[in-house]
């Protein structure tokens, strides 16, 4: 390791992986845009029940990537808290929701269990699940 440079000095690219964010966000977002309009024209035409929806991830998202982020820290030090800080918020917004669908997975699970050794393993696997998520 002695012919390695440290980071910081000149030898790292400058590489925007920016676009890559956006591109898999974007196919992200696109088919949760799918799932979310089909709810709702459940919601809206068949149970005439409106619920609010949003899409907050591109609300963070977009100003991660314009502030930085994919990007080596060496190139956008002037924003590069702001995009860090952005990118911890995403993650906690992500981690919620990763795991309130693993929960809701079970739940929907547990409607069709046909005994209870099956309902008391769904459960198990909802509580190790969380717990792998949220711990």
Known sequence: MSGSSPPGDGTLPDVNKGPRIIVATSITTGCALVTVLAR??????VIKNVG?????GWAVIIPEVINGAGRHTKYVQDTAVLAMQLNFATQ???LWAIGLVKIAIGLFLLRFAPRRGYKIFIWVVIGWSSSRTWL
């Open 40 to 45: 709702l024209y459940v919601r809206i035409g």
């Open 52 to 56: 609010i929806d949003s899409l907050s």
């Open 92 to 94: 906690v917004i992500y």
